[in-house]
Structures are given as structure tokens and as C-alpha cells.
């Protein structure tokens, strides 16, 4: 994730209670966690409206996309293994989002136009995944880039 999400906290943490009892009709709040070292499969829909599927390892560490962005602990919720985050929270969403941005050198947070739907769908992540009992210890992977691409169709 970005750290745009940053400057999203305060309003996020501000508004989470109506969000909570007003749950947006476009996204349903739901937190899953994964584990580090399992397999998971990201998914997202891309600005072509097309359904995205990358099934990779969550805790890999995939260094730099070429915009620049940290991909050092894939599926966490926060900005690579170090960005602000609440505990180190590794979920579905947070995977989906990460593996989206990674592959689409994605930018803006919610405004990204392959990943912004992805990114609103991790806010309950980041905001709830420690009182979910999401958090783990971070993984220390050398940076080894995919070979595999997304499928989209
Ligand atoms: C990401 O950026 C790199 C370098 O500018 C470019 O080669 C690549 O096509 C971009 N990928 C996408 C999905 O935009």
C-alpha cells in the first residue's frame, strides 16, 4: 500500500464508526487473514473492468516496481515491511492490493484506476486486521522479482 494511505488514517479513524454502521454498498467490509509463507491468490478487477489473478507467495519480497513503490513484504497492510501501519497485518485484500500495485505501478491510493478498488477494499483491513488477530511477525525474504505474471480476462 501507499503512502497516501497515510494521510487517509485520521478521516479513516474519524469516520470508522458510521462506516461500520453504514457499510458501502460497493465494498464489503470483511477482513481474512493469510498466513506468511502460504500461498495466495491476489484478485482485482483492472480499469478494462477485467478480473486479475496472480497466485504468489505472501511475505515475498519483491524490492522495487519500476515506480519506485516497496514491495518488501507483499500482503501487509502498510507500505512494505516498515510503513505506519497498526501491528503487522497481513490479509487477503492487503495481498490483492499489493499484487495489483506491484504489477500495474499503481499510484493515488483509491484513485489508481487498475487498483483503487483494491485499495478501498483493504481500508477495514488496515483499519481492523490487528483486532482480527491479522498480525504476524514480518518475514525477512531476500528480494526475488516474480517470473510469473497476472492473468486478466
Ligand atoms: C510500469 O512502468 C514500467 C517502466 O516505466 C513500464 O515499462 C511498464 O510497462 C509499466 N507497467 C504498467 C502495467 O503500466
Not at 491468490?41 to 473492468?49: I, K, L, P, R
Not at 524490492?63 to 487477503?92: F, H, K, L, P
Not at 498480525?135 to 516474480?146: C, E, F, I, L, M
Request: aromatic fraction near 8%.
Amino acid at each position: 500500500m501507499f503512502p497516501h494511505q497515510l494521510l487517509l488514517l485520521p478521516l479513516l479513524l474519524a469516520t470508522t464508526p458510521l462506516t461500520l454502521a453504514s457499510p458501502s454498498p460497493l465494498h464489503k467490509r470483511s477482513v481474512t487473514c493469510v498466513k506468511v509463507g502460504a500461498t495466495a491468490t491476489a484478485s482485482w478487477t483492472n480499469s478494462a473492468g477485467e478480473t486479475c489473478s496472480y497466485t504468489g507467495v505472501v511475505g515475498s519480497n519483491y524490492g522495487e516496481n519500476s515506480a519506485g513503490g516497496d514491495y518488501s513484504c507483499n500482503g501487509r497492510c502498510g507500505t512494505g515491511c516498515t510503513g505506519v501501519a497498526i501491528g503487522n497485518v497481513y490479509t487477503q485484500d492487503c495481498w490483492s492490493h499489493d499484487i495489483c500495485s506491484y504489477f500495474n505501478n499503481a499510484s493515488g491510493g483509491a484513485s489508481d484506476p487498475n487498483c483503487g478498488a483494491a485499495f478501498e477494499a483493504a481500508e477495514d483491513d488496515f483499519l481492523l486486521g490487528y483486532l482480527d488477530g491479522c498480525s504476524q511477525t514480518n518475514p525477512t525474504n531476500p528480494v526475488v522479482k516474480p517470473t510469473a505474471s497476472p492473468v486478466c480476462s
